[in-house]
């Protein structure tokens, strides 16, 4: 049996969970995609049209959605994409959809009320951004700006409200009404983080590992929003940057993601427990990942694309499923 099926994947009634343990998962991958030694559920399935890497990926109306990211664009040369494709999973098969108004990398992108809305990001030109647009028939819709500019940030969805958590310059904290319309700032978590994912679990924000001038990460910080307050979570086994995460019921799930020293892009994938106390090490990536997203498909996951090599752009286009049953 499977590591993650083992698990009994994301139920949080689940009162004995047993989860097979490699140490082995957490080995990092040479520049080129080989598979890697330990077992693994993750299979193949259709490639993305357009290979990329940072860029955000959200389920919408059951089929999971790429926005912007770097393509490479012949050898040594590095572009901005502003394509978006969405995969069904019933077809195995991608689609296009309408372009953004402009090409995004390290953007953010939420799903509410199956209104699908595209965060900040850097420009081509490199600069963070404070664009939000809403994919309304097949056009981009402005919407009002975040209240700053933010590239390699976070974006979760919890309750009525869309929170932008980290990202370059500042590391701010921001949360946006879709019904309203409006956005407000809020106190930041105590460590400033970019690189980092956001989940959501029991109406709570969980800001995930990430870095901040060099320094890579493995802990949490949680906030509540009825006191308005951040506490610290469990830390992750591994520190990591620059990877996907996703939160199906009480579980959240982290994969992928980058090094700097030893230089690396990560095969490790981690599971937080039924009781949000500790993360477990479940099956490993075929290969290292970084700049990657993670989304939940009904108990399985989903990691379209990301790049094989550590502060570098060499894309996969290939995407992966795990099966949680």
């Known amino acids: 049996m499977r590591a993650f099926a083992a698990a009994t994947l994301f139920m949080a009634t689940t009162a004995c969970v047993t989860v097979m ?6 080995t990092t991958t040479p520049d080129s995609p080989t598979t890697t030694t330990a077992p693994t559920g993750w299979v193949e399935v259709a490639p993305m049209r357009v290979a990329r890497s940072e860029h955000p990926g959200v389920v919408l109306d059951g089929e999971v959605v790429v926005i912007g990211g770097f393509i490479e664009e012949g050898v040594g040369r590095i572009g901005v994409t502003d394509t978006v494709e969405a995969y069904s999973p019933d077809t195995d098969t991608w689609r296009d959809l309408p372009n ?12 509410f009320a199956e209104r699908l809305f595209a965060l900040g990001g850097y420009s081509s030109g490199g600069d963070p951004v404070d664009s939000m647009w809403e994919l309304v028939g097949d056009a981009w819709i402005d919407r009002p700006p975040l209240p700053g500019a933010v590239g ?14 980290g990202g370059s310059p500042d590391g701010g904290f921001y949360r946006y009404h879709p019904e309203s319309n409006a956005w407000a700032e809020l106190p930041g978590p105590a460590v400033q983080r970019e690189h980092l994912t956001a989940a959501s679990r029991d109406g709570e924000v969980w800001a995930i590992a ?7 990460f493995d802990t949490i910080e949680i906030y509540n929003s009825e006191s308005q307050t951040w506490r610290s979570g469990p830390n992750l086994n591994e520190a990591r940057s620059g990877f996907g995460a996703v939160a199906i019921g009480e579980r959240i799930v982290v994969a992928g993601g980058e090094l700097f020293s030893p230089e690396a892009a990560l095969t490790s994938v981690e599971m937080l427990d039924a009781d949000g106390a500790a993360w477990v090490l479940i099956d490993p990536l075929p290969h ?12 399985d996951l989903l990691l379209p694309g990301g790049s094989t090599r550590a502060r570098d752009v060499i894309n996969d286009g290939r995407t ?5 049953e």
């Not at 343990?21 to 957490?26: A, H, K, Q």
């Not at 990430?210 to 890579?216: A, D, K």
């Open 21 to 26: 343990v490699d140490d082995s998962s957490s």
């Open 320 to 324: 992966y499923r795990l099966t949680g």
């Open 288 to 299: 290292g990942l970084h700049g990657n997203p993670l989304v939940g498909l009904g108990s």
């Open 100 to 111: 953004l108004p402009e090409p995004i990398h390290h953007g953010m992108a939420a799903v």
């Open 152 to 165: 390699a940030g976070a974006a979760v969805v919890v309750d009525d409200w869309v929170y932008v958590v």
């Open 210 to 216: 990430g870095r901040w001038q060099g320094e890579i």
